[in-house]
Structures are given as structure tokens and as C-alpha cells.
DNA sequence: GCTTGAACCTCTAGTTGCTACAGGGATTAG
DNA sequence: CTAATCCCTGTAGCAACTAGAGGTTCAAGC
């Protein structure tokens, strides 16, 4: 992905770090990161050496962001941000990717609406009592979760 | 929480280090992790100087590793334990507690539940086709996400 | 009772994914 | 033109583990 200042909509001129950050939902400190480990291009730069970015990066960043968010590793962003760029592939890869994690995902799914369940009732029913009957205690000392519901999940790869 | 060899219940002989790492899905060196930041008391040991544990220990580990998955720091754990280690007090700070996480934990299912739904359409229709008609890159490029579905989180504190 | 191999010990260093300085230069509003 | 703000590089720190080196202990089989 390479830096365009004629994209047609939204051009207008470059942008500082500092907006690309906020734009994205992140720091500068983590802008100048990616770039490091190769998830964003090598900036253009100004006159003095600052960084400038255009609309493209905004994007980029952003779909990093969320995909960190979802729980994907940078190793995972990485494969993803490769097939992205490569739009002409075949869906074969990103096929494969989305089962990899769909099981996954289901699964932490499930052991976090358990926990939310826990949490609300403990909200709407807890106010007043002891620890010794705060059920999420007891939840999580269970280990019958375990086998109900699925291994302890990691990161993402 | 100290060790207590004459539990009534499944008391049985101590057991090593290994032993307590299987039974709650982490390895010894997790374990020593634990016992070095406090997690876990000192354990017990051998004459030879090995750690040996009882089944209270096995239950205190399991209850970290499932607030651990469950996305919870380890000084949200370590507050948690601090209540389950006194069952005498008041349910007040767990209730605290269970609101300032409830809406983080919402947040996050809705956002996964976004996620897994994208995930699930790929792996039933995207077969043979292209990268460009994945949705799945255009569901994490967009930033209408973050409005509709709340901030992106960090890690539970 | 002795051997042998797995399990354990401590200590240190590496990993991932950032985040926070320190000590300086660039940009921009007034 | 100057002050405030932003940005630069480089290094070091953080959380939560994980992996090794180099040596000791344990327990099972003979």
C-alpha cells in the first residue's frame, strides 16, 4: 500500500500522526510501531521529516485496529492485511482463516456471555449480601467450565 | 490461604508441581509465576526442597486461570481473591466490582458477536470466490463499528 | 540398594504488543 | 518572531508469561 495524494474523494492535504492516531483510536507511539514491524508502508515525510498520511492509511489503520480489537495477534493482521491488498486472490486463504478462528471465537463467546450472565445477576441481586453467596466466585472456581465449554483460550493466531 | 493437609475431603498425598499444572491448564513455570507475584502462597515443600500441593491449591489456580481467560488482569484477579479469601465481609466491593465490568463485558460480546457472525457468513458463502468480496475486510475497515458498538477496550483492569 | 530418566529447582533472558520517557527539532497561531 | 504544540529518534519499561541453562531430587525397575 503506498501513500496517494490524488486519491478522488476525501484527498485534501496530508495529515500529522498525531490526527492519524486519534482518526484510528490509537497513540502515535503505536502509529510509528506498526510502521516499524511492517504493518504500515515507510511514511512519506515533510520538509522537516515528519510523517504525513493520506486518506489510505487512515483506512489501513483502522481495519488494524479493529482486527486487534477482535482479539486477532499482529501475525494474524499481518496474513490479513496481505490478502486485503491482494484483491485479486482467490478466497481460498481468507476461507481457510475464517474457520481457523470461527470455533474460537465461538467459544470465547460463550464463556464470556456465562460470565455476563454471572455479573448481572450478581448487580441486580447481590446488593446487601455476603461474598460467601456471590456466586461468580463459585463460577469461577468451577472447573466443570472447562469441559463444558471449551479449552482456555489464547491469543488468536 | 495456607496449606492444609488434612482437608476432609479428597485430602489424598500432596502433589508436585506438574500435577497442579495439569489440573488447571497452565504449565510450572506459570505456576511459579504466580506463587513469585503472590498469587499462590509459598507452597509447601519437600524434604529435597519441591513444591507440594493440596487440593485447595488446585482450586485457587483454577479460579485464576478462569478469570484470566475470562479477560481479567491479574490485579482484577488478585482483587477477586482477596474477596474469596474473606467470605465474612460485606458483598459491597464485589458488586462494585461486578458493575464497573459489566459494561466492558457486554461491549466485548457484542463486538465478538459482530465478528463471529461475519466469520460464520464467510465459511457458508465464500467459497471459490475473491478477495475483494470478502466482507470481512470491509466489516474491519469499517469505522462506523466503533460508534455503533462502543470504543475499542484494553485488557480488564 | 542402586541406577536412570523424568520431573523439579533457581536464575536469567526472551517474547508480544505496546507505552513512556529524554533530549532535541519542526510547525503554526498570534 | 516567539511561544506553544507537535513531532523526531532511541532507549527503556510494562504485563503476563515462556523458554532455556545448568544442576538437584524423586520414584520406578532391577
Not at 14 to 22: C, F, K, M, T
Not at 135 to 143: G, Q, T
Request: glycine share 8%; net charge positive.
Amino acid at each position: 500500500m503506498t501513500e496517494d495524494a490524488t486519491h478522488p474523494t476525501t484527498a485534501g492535504p496530508p495529515i500529522g500522526i498525531g490526527d492519524l492516531a486519534r482518526h484510528s483510536g490509537c497513540k502515535p507511539e503505536t502509529v510509528r510501531y506498526y510502521e516499524r514491524i511492517g504493518l504500515l508502508p515507510d511514511a512519506a515525510r515533510s520538509e522537516g521529516g515528519q510523517r504525513r498520511y493520506y486518506q489510505r492509511t487512515v483506512r489501513r489503520l483502522t481495519f488494524i485496529r479493529h482486527a486487534r480489537d477482535f482479539g486477532f495477534s499482529i501475525e494474524a493482521v499481518r496474513e490479513l492485511l496481505k490478502m486485503a491488498d491482494h484483491p485479486e486472490m482467490p478466497c481460498d486463504e481468507v476461507d481457510a482463516f475464517a474457520k481457523h478462528h470461527l470455533a474460537e471465537v465461538e467459544s470465547r463467546l460463550q464463556r464470556l456471555a456465562a460470565l455476563r450472565d454471572e455479573l448481572k445477576r450478581m448487580v441486580t441481586q447481590c446488593a446487601g449480601g455476603r461474598v460467601e453467596s456471590c456466586r461468580i466466585i463459585e463460577v469461577l472456581s468451577d472447573h466443570r467450565l472447562c469441559h463444558q465449554r471449551g479449552e482456555h483460550g489464547g491469543a488468536m493466531r
